[in-house]
């Protein structure tokens, strides 16, 4: 099971749609260390499988035989991608296992290797890891955790929680909402641990149209407070995929009586490295109906200046991790601010996320950013707590 690490630009942006080219130069890679006997299948993304075949009856000279091959697809990754003379690198995560085991389903293997591939990333990144049994743990674990995500969204255990947008004066312009699960045992568990679950299990599609429906009766509940705020909302990309995804929130809309003008989604550039032409589309349907769209998590994913040309967007999201070390980090310091004054040339709205101290947010307002998010400002909370703070 492999996994790209993000792909970083190196050469200077002169904006380009890369994802496609990447993808297509990576299984390239990939073909080219493997034997024919071998299979190669792209999972979803930026993610690949890898079947050898014939290794050895040998337990040990088989993980011998995998492990050099791993190594020579984890080095190939390393060399520098070429595209359009502009430069790129990347790193791969690998997870290997074993087969066959006995009873060892066509799910087991998929699971192991995966579980051993995020073993790779954790341990930072660039790496090869096989899967052993005490993973197992893990396994179970993300198991249980995925039958209890069902059973918390019928059994009020989820929670909507917002956070403030503020504008240059500290005023509060817009509010994200963030999932809380407290769970009855293991106490709060956070959206970071819970979401890439849901999101492997397709348990996503059904929370992503729960959140949707609390999103819009938290305009309402807002709108009925006084406040014309703007109201984000997450969407991952399998919820955005989903065929009818698009009548869905047509019917949420209509049973809520939500105002779609005042609705935000966040999406991530995990969303554009497929399908680019389907996608926009899509955008366009939902910002006919009113809603605008965010681009999250700015500068982790796939950047590419020129894609933001080509899609419906209203606003962009600068990472945590680059304010984090502003003001003080010269590299941050630069990435931050020409990532806002290429917003301005493209007539994007700018949120800073994680917004802590004074420092950065004087940062930020100097070089134009027009709205902050973050602890400064005021954590994550519930609806009506978050009403009864601004009436204070
Ligand atoms: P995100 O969309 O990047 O959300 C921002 C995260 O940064 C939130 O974490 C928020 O609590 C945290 N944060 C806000 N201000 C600060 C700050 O000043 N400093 C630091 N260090 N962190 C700050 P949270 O609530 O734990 O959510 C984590 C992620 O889970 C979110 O990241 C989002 O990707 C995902 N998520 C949360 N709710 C939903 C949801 O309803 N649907 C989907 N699809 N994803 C969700
Ligand atoms: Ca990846
Ligand atoms: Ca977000
Ligand atoms: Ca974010």
Do not use: P
């Given at each position: 099971y492999i996994d790209l690490d993000n792909f970083k630009?190196?050469?200077?942006?002169?904006?380009?749609?890369?994802g496609d080219a990447l993808l297509k130069q990576v299984t390239q890679r990939l073909l080219l260390t493997l034997r024919e006997v071998d299979t190669v299948a792209r999972i979803s993304g930026d993610e690949f499988v890898v079947l050898l075949a014939n290794l050895s009856d040998d337990v040990r000279t088989g993980a011998h035989m995998a492990l050099h091959v791993a190594e020579k697809i984890r080095l190939a990754m390393m060399q520098l991608f070429e595209i359009d003379g502009l430069q790129y690198s990347s790193t791969c995560s690998t997870g290997v296992t074993l087969l066959p085991?006995?009873?060892?389903t066509a799910d087991d293997i998929l699971r192991e290797a995966d579980t051993a591939m995020y073993r790779a990333k954790s341990g930072g990144r660039n790496q090869v890891v096989f899967f052993e049994t005490g993973m197992q743990s893990e396994i179970e674990l993300r198991l249980t955790m995925e039958r209890e995500l069902s059973q918390a969204m019928d059994g009020g255990q989820l929670q909507m929680y917002i956070q403030s947008q503020v504008d240059r004066l500290g005023t509060p312009v817009g509010g994200e909402l963030l999932m809380r699960w407290h769970h009855p045992q293991r106490g709060p568990i956070s959206p970071a641990i819970f979401i890439p679950v849901a999101e492997e299990s397709g348990m996503i599609i059904r929370l992503g149209d729960w959140v949707l429906r609390q999103g819009c009766l938290a305009l309402n509940q807002l709108a009925g407070a006084g406040f014309q705020l703007s109201l984000s909302v997450n969407v991952s990309p399998r919820q955005f995929r989903q065929p009818d995804f698009v009548d869905k929130v047509r019917t949420v809309l209509a049973e809520t009586q939500a105002d779609p003008h005042h609705l935000i989604f966040e999406v991530t550039e995990?969303?554009?490295?497929?399908n680019l032409h389907d996608t926009i589309a899509r955008m366009l349907e939902l910002t006919r109906l009113g809603i605008r769209f965010s681009i999250d998590d700015f500068g982790t994913g796939y950047s590419s200046f020129s894609y933001l040309k080509k899609l419906p967007l209203y606003e962009l999201k600068i990472d945590k991790s680059f304010v984090q070390d502003t003001p003080g980090d010269k590299n941050d310091t630069a990435i931050v601010q020409s990532m806002l004054s290429m917003a301005e040339h493209l007539g994007l709205r700018v949120v800073a996320e994680g917004v802590e101290t004074r420092d950065q947010a004087d940062f930020l307002i100097t070089n134009g950013c027009s709205s902050m998010q973050g602890y400064l400002f005021g954590r994550p909370m519930p609806l009506d707590a978050w009403i009864d703070l601004q009436r204070k």
């Open positions: 630009l190196i050469n200077d942006a002169r904006g380009h749609v890369v085991r006995e009873n060892q995990g969303l554009l490295i497929d």
